[in-house]
Every structure is written in structure tokens, then in C-alpha cells.
């Protein structure tokens, strides 16, 4: 049982490069989210989906896209990176939303 | 969501308990106190949560005052593991649905366990 899975964990991106962070969980859970995190910022969501086939904007979406693949997998995507987005980025999941959230370990994303 | 008040950091020996306190003075009826930690480099790490009786797991014990304005989190026996910054965040519980559903960390105390 690995919980919550992230790839990949550090990522390196030229400006304008677009990319794809991966997350998977295997805990049967209905919603998922993507934090971003910044030094002195604390966690700010970017998006989630309260179930498959639903996804809404977080309070910091501007710069990204989602994708709720199935039930397990959602993944956040960069069209064009901007090095405002260099971050720590984790996806989180949660049976129902209002209930814990469970986390993955994280992808230290660089936008030079 | 209420506000949380934690200290800004605190020790305690390995081995001995830690009891990181919370105050959420303006916390409303529907509002539950969740407990969160986060180890350098790591995710956060759901620890524990309660509504207003005291609540215990294989990771630690949830303290919450009759008034509810305030709760204690309790690491039985603390480990160099532990070693971690503590979030409290009051949110509503199960019947929260909408935009807001993110997840509000403050600055969280930072317990250091020491040998």
C-alpha cells in the first residue's frame, strides 16, 4: 500500500518549457488535490477534484492545468513555466472532501 | 475557517512526553481541530483530529478543552523522529464541501526532540 506516489521528485525547467507532474494514490479515495509550496507561503491550493470526472480551481490555479485521469491519478500540468512556479508541489488525497488529507512525498520543481 | 495560535517552537527529551498546545478561540459548532505535521523535506503528515471530545490514535492523544477554544496535542513518547514542524487548523468537517476545501497551515510550532 503506497499511499500517495509522485513523479517525478526534482524536475529542472528552462522558462516556456511546458511539463507534467504525475501523482497516483491507492487508497480508494474519491478527491485529490495539488498543493504548491513556497519558503514563509505555507501550502496554497492550486486545484483539486472532489470526485472522478469533476475538477475545480484552488485559490493559485492561474499557470496550470488538471487532469482527474481515473479514480486514482491526477495530474497537474504546465503549459509554458515561469519562474514563478519554481516550488514544491505536492498532491494530497482524501476519502470524501472535508475528511484528512494523505500526501505524497513531493516534487521540488526549478524554473530557470 | 478560525484562526489557530501556536508558540513558535519547543523541545522536550527523547523518550518524555511533548504536549503542543493550540488556541482556536473562535472556533465555531462545526468546526473540527485537525493536527498535521510536516518533517523537512517530507509531505505533511496527517497525525490526528477531533471535534470535541478528547481523541487518541497509534500516533498521539487530542486534548480539546470543554469550551473548545483550545486543544493539546500529546506525543506520549517522543522520538528524535518526531523532530517536525505541528500544524493546527480548524476546519468544518465531513458535510464541507465547495472552493474552500484547501487546507490552511500556518506557521506551525517546530518541536525538536532532543537525545
Known amino acids: 500500500n503506497a499511499g500517495v506516489t509522485q513523479t517525478p521528485k526534482f524536475q529542472v525547467l528552462k522558462t516556456g518549457q511546458s511539463m507534467t507532474l504525475q501523482c497516483a494514490q491507492d487508497?480508494?479515495?474519491?478527491?485529490m488535490y495539488w498543493y504548491r509550496q513556497d519558503p514563509g507561503m505555507g501550502l496554497r491550493l492550486i486545484y483539486y477534484?472532489?470526485?472522478?470526472?469533476?475538477?475545480d480551481k484552488g485559490e493559485v490555479p492561474n499557470g496550470y492545468n488538471v487532469s482527474r485521469l481515473n479514480k486514482r491519478e491526477f495530474s497537474l500540468r504546465l503549459e509554458s513555466a515561469a519562474p514563478s512556479q519554481t516550488s514544491v508541489y505536492f498532491c494530497?488525497?482524501?476519502?470524501?472532501?472535508?475528511?484528512?488529507?494523505?500526501f505524497g512525498p513531493g516534487t521540488r520543481l526549478t524554473v530557470t | 475557517d478560525a484562526k489557530t495560535t501556536q508558540p513558535t517552537s519547543m523541545d522536550c527529551a527523547e523518550g518524555r512526553a511533548a504536549n503542543l498546545p493550540c488556541n482556536h478561540s473562535?472556533?465555531?459548532?462545526?468546526?473540527?481541530v485537525y493536527w498535521y505535521r510536516q518533517i523537512h523535506s517530507q509531505g505533511p503528515q496527517y497525525i490526528i483530529h477531533?471535534?470535541?471530545n478528547n481523541e487518541t490514535n497509534e500516533m498521539a492523544s487530542l486534548i480539546i478543552t470543554e469550551d473548545r477554544k483550545s486543544s493539546t496535542l500529546i506525543l506520549p513518547h517522543a522520538t528524535l523522529r518526531d523532530t517536525a514542524v505541528y500544524y493546527c487548523?480548524?476546519?468544518?468537517?465531513?458535510?464541507?464541501?465547495?472552493?474552500?476545501?484547501?487546507?490552511?497551515f500556518g506557521k506551525g510550532i517546530t518541536l525538536s526532540v532532543r537525545p
Open positions: 494530497a488525497s482524501s476519502e470524501v472532501l472535508g475528511n484528512e488529507q494523505y
Open positions: 487508497m480508494n479515495h474519491n478527491s
Open positions: 477534484s472532489a470526485s472522478e470526472g469533476t475538477t
Open positions: 473562535t472556533i465555531s459548532g462545526n468546526e473540527y
Open positions: 477531533g471535534l470535541k
Open positions: 487548523i480548524v476546519r468544518p468537517g465531513l458535510s464541507y464541501t465547495g472552493a474552500n476545501s484547501k487546507l490552511t
